[in-house]
Every structure is written in C-alpha cells, then in structure tokens.
C-alpha cells in the first residue's frame, strides 16, 4: 500500500500563513470598493427635470450682418471688435404701435430692407463709441444690447425690437 507524504510542519505554517494574508488583504480590498461604492454614490449630483411650461414664441428675426469696428481706446495698438448682430422683432396680433401700424410680419420685413443701412450705423454708431472694459463684462453687453434695442425701436414705425442678439463677439 501506498503511504500518504505527510507535510512537514514548516510548509503548513507558511501555507496557512500566506492564505491568511491573502485573505486579508482581498478583504481590505473588498471593504475600501464598498466604502468607495458608498461615497461616490451618496456624492454624484442628482439629476433634477425641470420643466419649461411657457417658453415665449420667438419674433421674427433679422440678420444685420458681421461687424469690424474700431474701439474708442485710447492707445497704441487700436482695440478692434468683430460682431454679428441679429434682431429679434415683436410680431403680436394686437400690438399698438407708434402709427397705428398693425405687426404684419411682410410689412415688417419690407421696412427692414428699406432701413438697413440706417440700422447698421446705429450699430456702428454705438459700438465704436465703446472701450474695450465697457464691452468685456456680461453687464457691459447687456447694457449694449439695451441701448441697441432702444434706438432701433425709435427709428422703426412698424414694429419694435424686442431682443438683441450678439451671434459672434470679439475683442482684440
């Protein structure tokens, strides 16, 4: 009969021995995934809907083109700006408009055509008297915008400006 080889007492303390830190370390490891899992879920944002129930209906809108224009800096080299601006229009069925006008958006358009170069240099008018910090702030565009929309609306007998649009916007 054969006989069974039994393992002498060294080889089993460094078996048991390596399997115990074997465990233990697939443990820690097991552990740190949890607690990870755990932190990185409780951390990632939430995602929340929300729901726009009354997005306003957009006017008609009226590419004015791309500007190249001349800053009022002063100093050497010159500050330039490069924009193209669009209008957005009012088009409402009832809108009371300086001449009694009705918001035909036909009509609308007709006296666009016929006022274009008069808008352009409003444009040109207005943002070549900025300097360059005036132009550089959010604040500072809104308040172009503002302005823009203002003395468009006075010039217009048809309808009124009711946005400005900056498509592009470049300061060098």
């Not at 039994?6 to 399997?19: M, S, W």
């Not at 755990?38 to 006017?59: A, F, H, L, N, R």
């Amino acid at each position: 009969m054969a006989e069974a080889i039994a393992p002498r007492d060294g080889e089993v303390k460094k078996t048991l021995g390596f399997l115990t830190i074997l465990a233990i370390v697939i443990g820690i490891l097991f552990a740190a995934g949890l607690g990870m899992y755990y932190v990185m879920g409780s951390t990632s944002p939430k995602v929340k809907k929300i729901v726009v129930k009354d997005i306003p209906e957009i006017g008609p809108v009226k590419s004015l083109g791309e500007f190249v224009l001349n800053l009022a800096d002063a100093g050497d080299p010159p500050r330039y700006i490069k924009l193209s601006v669009s209008l957005e229009l009012k088009k409402d069925a009832g809108l009371s408009l300086p001449n009694g006008a009705e918001g035909d958006v036909s009509k609308i358009m007709d006296e666009l055509k016929k006022r274009e170069a008069q808008l352009k240099d409003i444009i040109v008018t207005v943002i070549s008297g900025k300097v360059s910090s005036e132009l550089a702030t959010i604040e500072g565009k809104e308040a172009v915008k503002r302005e823009l929309k203002q003395k468009i609306s006075a010039v217009l007998t048809t309808t009124e400006v009711s946005n400005v649009f900056f498509e592009t916007f470049a300061i060098q």
